[in-house]
């Protein structure tokens, strides 16, 4: 697998990233674009990684419809493209602090190259993996057996996959080339959020930046 996150892949300030920076980010943002690549059909869903001992993905696991046109595209040839994005949002010369500053748009996105194994026996384990992830906040977790006798009416009508990466790259363009002052004000006056949760996570190690980040 030629995995972005090794250090000689990194070739930009914005690809330099650890491991557990893909995993939470396709953990707090799992829908994905899965894109054929015999057809036009892609289809949004729900994924959930799994990784190896060193944190790298290897593979998404996920589910769809019976009759998504998706499926029958992915058995002709099971390559696919699998697009993340995360948080993103403008920034202005206002949130600069810098009038002859260009403006810009930060984000984060994953990008992987797949081969995807339709397999009807991973069904059960594709939606129970989905619903404890996204249950797993909830003060009382729902699970999939609670629907009772709908659950077996509804489960002819979808299928699993495992999503086996062959390639995976990623991009946080987070503020990394900023001056210390920029980033400063940039982190200060943009809407506190995911967006800026992120941009400091991403600038821990900005030269004269650590510590300045963390409290603006």
Request: hydrophobic residues 40%.
């Amino acid at each position: 697998m030629n995995n972005a996150q090794t250090p000689t892949a990194q070739r930009t300030p914005y690809e330099a990233f650890e491991p557990a920076d893909v995993r939470d980010l396709l953990a707090s943002y799992p829908l994905a674009w899965v894109c054929a690549r015999v057809t036009t059909d892609a289809s949004l869903l729900p994924l959930i990684g799994v990784y190896n001992a060193a944190g790298d993905l290897v593979d998404l696991i996920g589910h769809f419809a019976c009759s998504n046109p998706l499926g029958a595209a992915l058995r002709a040839d099971p390559r696919a493209s699998i697009l993340f994005t995360g948080p993103n949002g403008y920034v202005s010369p206002n949130h600069a602090g810098r009038r002859n500053w260009g403006p810009t748009w930060n984000y984060a996105q994953v990008r992987v190259q797949a081969e995807i194994a339709v397999d009807p026996e991973l069904t059960a384990t594709a939606v129970d993996l989905l619903v404890e992830h996204v249950e797993r906040d909830m003060p009382l977790p729902w699970t999939a057996r609670e629907l009772g006798e709908r659950y077996g009416q509804l489960m002819p009508h979808i299928v699993g996959f495992r999503a086996r990466v062959i390639e995976m790259s990623a991009v946080f363009k987070l503020g990394q080339t900023e001056d210390v002052p920029t980033l400063r004000s940039i982190l200060s006056t943009l809407q506190q959020g995911e967006l800026t949760g992120w941009m400091r996570r991403l600038n821990q190690a900005h030269p004269g930046a650590q510590g300045q980040c963390d409290d603006a």
